[in-house]
T-cell receptor, first 116, second 113 residues
Framework: DAGVIQSPRHEVTEMGQEVTLRCKPISGHNSLFWYRQTMMRGLELLIYFNNNVPIDDSGMPEDRFSAKMPNASFSTLKIQPSEPRDSAVYFC??????????????FGPGTRLLVL | DQQVKQNSPSLSVQEGRISILNCDYTNSMFDYFLWYKKYPAEGPTFLISISSIKDKNEDGRFTVFLNKSAKHLSLHIVPSQPGDSAVYFCAASGIGSARQLTFGSGTQLTVLP
């Protein structure tokens, strides 16, 4: 079992550039979550999808952030334009049943983003 | 406003001794609590959970205690091993607006050989 796959693992970009993070959930899982980890705020939920449909995006910090899930095996998180304060580790996670918190979420290895 | 707080960013413990990691929460809607463990360059992995109908849950060397009146939970690791060195995240969820997981900021545990 490959687990949750994220790419790239590291991204360094300049302020103002567009950044796209990618995630492939575990096959058969129908819920997908995007989190951001910072030193100050820990792990924050940005958005989650159930059956490819965005359910709650209240954690998305601002309009510069957008996420899509065009099919059950792929999701993207896009930041346009990027700013230095977006520097963080971004995690994708998936779970198998309806996104209920009682269902264990499986996390990918994360994408470490640095915006200069 | 952080609803789940881990006030100790780091903890060092001698191998074989007990590690106690603490977590406080403020949202009364939380009724399910989890601990995740994270190694460097990896994503968090689920460790143990507890429902609010219990005050203790044990799994091998790991025990989670819940004190609902104090809105406090703790993770005990006995005995601690060097392989336990990691960042530990406390998380909580509940009903309604608290449905999704809310994580604390994490505690770095270092178990010294």
């Amino acid at each position: 079992d490959a687990g949750v796959i994220q790419s790239p693992r590291h991204e360094v970009t300049e302020m103002g550039q567009e950044v796209t993070l990618r995630c492939k959930p575990i096959s058969g899982h129908n819920s997908l979550f995007w989190y951001r980890q910072t030193m100050m705020r820990g792990l924050e939920l940005l958005i989650y999808f159930n059956n490819n449909v965005p359910i709650d995006d209240s954690g998305m910090p601002e309009d510069r952030f957008s996420a899509k899930m065009p099919n059950a095996s792929f999701s993207t998180l896009k930041i346009q334009p990027s700013e230095p304060r977006d520097s963080a580790v971004y995690f994708c996670a998936s779970s198998s049943r309806g996104g209920l918190p009682r269902e264990t979420q499986y996390f990918g290895p994360g994408t470490r983003l640095l915006v200069l | 406003d952080q609803q789940v707080k881990q006030n100790s960013p780091s903890l060092s413990v001698q191998e074989g001794r007990i590690s106690i990691l603490n977590c406080d929460y403020t949202n009364s809607m939380f009724d399910y609590f989890l601990w995740y463990k994270k190694y460097p360059a990896e994503g968090p992995t689920f460790l143990i959970s507890i429902s609010s109908i219990k005050d203790k849950n044990e799994d091998g060397r790991f025990t989670v205690f819940l004190n609902k009146s104090a809105k406090h939970l703790s993770l005990h690791i006995v005995p601690s091993q060097p392989g336990d060195s990691a960042v530990y995240f406390c998380a909580a969820s509940g009903i309604g607006s608290a449905r999704q997981l809310t994580f604390g900021s994490g505690t770095q545990l270092t178990v010294l050989p």
